[in-house]
């Protein structure tokens, strides 16, 4: 990796939510872009051309001198891809991949090599302050790990450490955090839609959730007929709910979990 910053010359390996993120990032910091592959032309050509890198759909044309290859594709195609991006690249180069349940042990035959997994939603489209993302590291030594934070810390100002495992771990806690909560929330829309109400009338109280466990422990800002151990409430719920069977039993297993926390919050 090139010691100064603006001479780190970058590839990005994918055109998705994570790598566009990352590109107007590095962009951001006045680090070069080099190159975008995708394996649509289309898709490697919009972004490249909003940081100003070429563009291919050929890993055999990947830069063959860039000093860091960052792999941000779907999860399963990441194993097969991070060795022809090895052949491909530079063999002093810094190999990354942005996934957070794949181990760094995909890189093989790299030599500097590791993980950089950003903890955020990302949507293209929608720009997102990447100071304000903790990017969790991983690296095949401590001196590529000491690299590897410097380069990071341009980007965020939460840099830090930790293994596969934990990784997993996180990966695991952000999907119950992020993505079940968003699937909830479609849910709600489509039962206010029965009626004719807005989603948009739900969202005053969805930032005050939030807004609240940036205070309270999850547990003690736990709020509704489970928590209150209304269970009349839960019955005429559970009966409206009828004519959809999943969301019925979705409600009845989130409710139960609701009421077998409500002894951790009383402790």
Same mark, same amino acid.
């Given at each position: 990796?090139?010691?100064?910053?603006?001479?780190?010359?970058?590839?990005?390996?994918?055109?998705?939510?994570?790598?566009?993120?990352?590109?107007?990032?590095?962009?951001?910091?006045?680090?070069?872009?080099?190159?975008?592959?995708?394996?649509?032309?289309?898709?490697?050509?919009?972004?490249?051309?909003?940081?100003?890198?070429?563009?291919?759909?050929?890993?055999?044309?990947?830069?063959?001198?860039?000093?860091?290859?960052?792999?941000?594709?779907?999860?399963?195609?990441?194993?097969?891809?991070?060795?022809?991006?090895?052949?491909?690249?530079?063999?002093?180069?810094?190999?990354? $991949?942005?996934?957070?349940?794949?181990?760094?042990?995909?890189?093989?035959?790299?030599? $500097?090599?590791?993980?950089?997994?950003?903890?955020?939603?990302?949507?293209?489209?929608?720009?997102?302050?990447?100071?304000?993302?903790?990017?969790?590291?991983?690296?095949?030594?401590?001196?590529?790990?000491?690299?590897?934070?410097?380069?990071?810390?341009?980007?965020?100002?939460?840099?830090?450490?930790?293994?596969?495992?934990?990784?997993?771990?996180?990966?695991?806690?952000?999907?119950?955090?992020?993505?079940?909560?968003?699937?909830?929330?479609?849910?709600?829309?489509?039962?206010?839609?029965?009626?004719?109400?807005?989603?948009?009338?739900?969202?005053?109280?969805?930032?005050?959730?939030?807004?609240?466990? $940036?205070?309270?422990?999850?547990?003690?800002?736990?709020?509704?007929?489970?928590?209150?151990?209304?269970?009349?409430?839960?019955?005429?719920?559970?009966?409206?709910?009828?004519? $959809?069977?999943?969301?019925?039993?979705?409600?009845?297993?989130?409710?139960?979990?609701?009421?077998?926390?409500?002894?951790?919050?009383?402790?």
């Amino acid at each position: 990796m090139a010691t100064g910053v603006s001479g780190t010359k970058v590839v990005l390996v994918g055109a998705g939510n994570v790598a566009t993120a990352l590109a107007l990032a590095l962009k951001a910091d006045g680090q070069q872009v080099v190159q975008v592959w995708s394996r649509t032309e289309p898709s490697a050509a919009a972004l490249a051309q909003q940081v100003g890198a070429a563009h291919t759909s050929s890993l055999s044309e990947l830069c063959p001198d860039a000093d860091v290859y960052v792999l941000s594709v779907a999860d399963a195609a990441v194993p097969a891809l991070a060795p022809q991006v090895v052949q491909a690249g530079n063999p002093d180069a810094l190999y990354l $991949h942005t996934a957070g349940s794949l181990p760094m042990s995909v890189w093989q035959g790299a030599a $500097h090599y590791g993980v950089m997994y950003p903890l955020q939603t990302f949507t293209k489209g929608r720009a997102v302050d990447m100071s304000a993302v903790p990017l969790f590291l991983e690296a095949d030594s401590p001196d590529t790990l000491s690299r590897l934070s410097a380069w990071a810390s341009r980007l965020s100002r939460q840099v830090m450490p930790l293994s596969s495992e934990g990784r997993r771990q996180l990966h695991l806690a952000a999907v119950f955090a992020c993505n079940f909560p968003n699937c909830l929330y479609r849910i709600a829309g489509e039962l206010l839609g029965e009626c004719g109400v807005p989603f948009e009338v739900l969202l005053p109280l969805m930032d005050e959730t939030v807004d609240k466990v $940036h205070r309270l422990p999850p547990a003690l800002a736990q709020t509704g007929p489970a928590a209150r151990g209304d269970e009349e409430v839960m019955r005429r719920h559970r009966e409206m709910l009828a004519g $959809h069977p999943g969301w019925q039993r979705l409600y009845g297993l989130l409710s139960r979990e609701i009421q077998s926390g409500r002894g951790e919050a009383e402790k």
